[in-house]
């Protein structure tokens, strides 16, 4: 990272000059040190290659010229012949023995104590015509190859580097001139454009790159020109037009405004109306309700007042019989037996009522408000059903919950409460309408932190060109028959909005509907206090 910020600082101080500069030299100077190691490999291998072959033919000529001397025996001869190959400064020791016994003939090896080597050995086989004879070692010491090589180099890097510097310093005067100072011209031009300087034109008498962008600069310059004369024409015109345009600015304003105030009047006679219906149709529920329980309270109080007339006929009586002192034992047994039967009929009675209040209560408790508790989901939904099944037993169709005992929610009953009525309602009125006999089935199920509850039912099911409507305001199949087209919409905002779930509708004609509805057992946070379709 630092590598890199140190790269940028030096690119945003890198002129152009110091730039080209840079690349010729590094251009020119990363050949040379390319070539260097290959051209010493060379010249050391061809050296090599010169030296092997003078110490195979020097061995070859002592092989030749040491043979007769060798053959008759005199040292003094071999060493006089042997001095013309030791002459050659490279050579460091010439060694001769004899064969088959090895004994030593000559040897000259005074030069090897001054050289430091490394040394290398060339041995030949002397021959007196077909016969052996002897042995020749010669023995080569690669100091002056070395000195050789080195002189070398240093003539080749001489050389290159005086190369190096001339073809820099011609490099540079000829960018310099052809490059370096059109540019500079140029940019001097380019910024006098960008301060709006128009009036001079740009001229580079040149028929290279630099020239054709110079023609470029100039035909830009005259478009400037050009633009900036029309545009000052256009502001001209605006001006004129400015006074004109505020006066119409104004008077759309004002239309808009006049506008924006009937939208709102029609907006807020709108809610308000929407308001209405919604309220209309939980009134409508909750009036059900009452019909039912009025019709289900009914009956055992019916029967709690003819008991208790009976009782108190049966007590009179009995007081008639104390009075007229005629009392028999058999008749306080027969008005104790009557009396116990009677209270037990009068306790059911009054349990049963007691209980269809309680219910109804709670269930108007939870619908009329929109308080969260913690309650079971089939306590809370069988309440709601027994209060339904007194209106569905006039009607020729059936209610069925399937819901385990052990689903416990932290919720909102009454809008779930409201849910469950309006489903149940649209069952009646839309799907089941027309039908000799319907089956409506509640179903629930845990799916980790939420529950899934199943509303269905094997009506005349709803036609695929509305199914994607159903849950707007207003809309209904039965418009002017009763219908407010708020039950599921309400239905919706109460599911996504206030139980925090969601719900999707399947449906096929001919077998009925289907309501998937998925909620947290623990519904996200309050209840949204300006939603108008529940707190009326």
């Not at 020097?58 to 190959?85: F, G, H, K, R």
């Not at 932190?449 to 709803?462: M, P, Q, T, Y």
């Amino acid at each position: 990272m630092q590598f890199r910020h140190l790269l940028s600082a030096i690119r945003s101080q890198l002129t152009l000059r110091l730039a080209i500069i840079l690349a010729v030299v590094f251009g020119l100077l990363a050949p040379f040190v390319v070539l260097i190691p290959y051209y010493q490999t060379s010249i050391e291998h061809v050296a090599r290659e010169r030296t092997d072959a003078d110490h195979k033919r020097l061995a070859d000529i002592l092989a030749v010229i040491l043979s007769e001397p060798l053959w008759q025996i005199t040292p003094e001869i071999a060493n006089v012949s042997s001095e013309v190959v030791y002459s050659d400064p490279r050579v460091a020791e010439i060694r001769v023995v004899t064969l088959p016994d090895h004994k030593e003939f000559i040897k000259n090896n005074i030069r090897r104590k001054t050289q430091e080597g490394p040394f290398k050995v060339e041995k030949r086989e002397i021959k007196h015509g077909e016969q052996i004879i002897g042995e020749v070692e010669l023995t080569l010491a690669e100091d002056i190859l070395r000195e050789n090589l080195a002189s070398e180099f240093k003539r080749y890097a001489s050389s290159a580097l005086v190369s190096l510097v001339v073809a820099v310093v011609f490099i540079l005067m000829v960018l310099q001139w052809r490059l370096v100072e059109p540019i500079k011209l140029l940019m001097g031009e380019s910024d006098r454009l960008a301060n709006g300087q128009l009036n001079e034109p740009i001229s580079l008498k040149r028929e290279d790159e630099l020239g054709h962008l110079a023609l470029s600069l100039e035909a830009t310059r005259q478009a400037l020109q050009r633009s900036f004369s029309e545009l000052e024409v256009k502001n001209q015109q605006l001006l004129e037009y400015s006074g004109t345009l505020e006066s119409k600015v104004r008077q759309r304003t004002q239309e808009l405004e006049t506008v924006n105030m009937t939208l709102e009047t029609a907006l807020t006679n709108v809610n308000s109306a929407q308001n209405e219906l919604a309220r209309i149709e939980r009134m409508a529920a909750l009036g059900s309700m009452v019909a039912g329980v009025a019709h289900e309270l009914n009956t055992p109080l019916g029967n709690c007042l003819l008991v208790a007339s009976t009782l108190e006929e049966e007590t009179r009586h009995l007081h008639r019989m104390m009075d007229e002192g005629g009392m028999r034992k058999s008749d306080l047994t027969r008005y104790a037996a009557m009396a116990s039967e009677s209270t037990k009929l009068l306790l059911r009675g009054l349990q049963h009522a007691a209980r269809l209040v309680g219910d109804f209560k709670q269930v108007a408790v939870d619908q009329s408000s929109a308080q969260r508790r913690q309650f079971g989901l089939l306590i809370m939904l069988q309440e709601l059903a027994a209060l339904l099944n007194s209106s569905l037993r006039k009607t020729p169709f059936t209610l069925e919950l399937d819901i385990p005992a052990d689903i416990e929610l932290d919720s909102y009953p009454g809008p779930l409460g409201q849910v469950f009525t309006n489903l149940v309602n649209n069952a009646v009125s839309h799907g089941l309408d027309g039908c000799t006999e319907g089956h409506m089935r509640c179903m629930a199920q845990r799916q980790g932190d939420h529950v899934l509850i199943v509303f269905e039912d094997n009506g005349k099911g709803i036609p695929p060109e509305i199914i994607k409507r159903i849950f707007e305001p207003f809309f209904t199949t039965k418009f002017g028959q009763g219908g407010s087209g708020l039950g599921l919409s309400i239905t919706f905002n109460i599911i996504t909005n206030v139980l925090g779930g969601e719900i999707r509708v399947t449906s096929t004609a001919g077998q009925g509907a289907r309501f998937e509805i998925s909620i947290p057992l623990t519904a996200p946070g309050q209840i949204e206090s300006q939603d108008p379709l529940l707190n009326n």
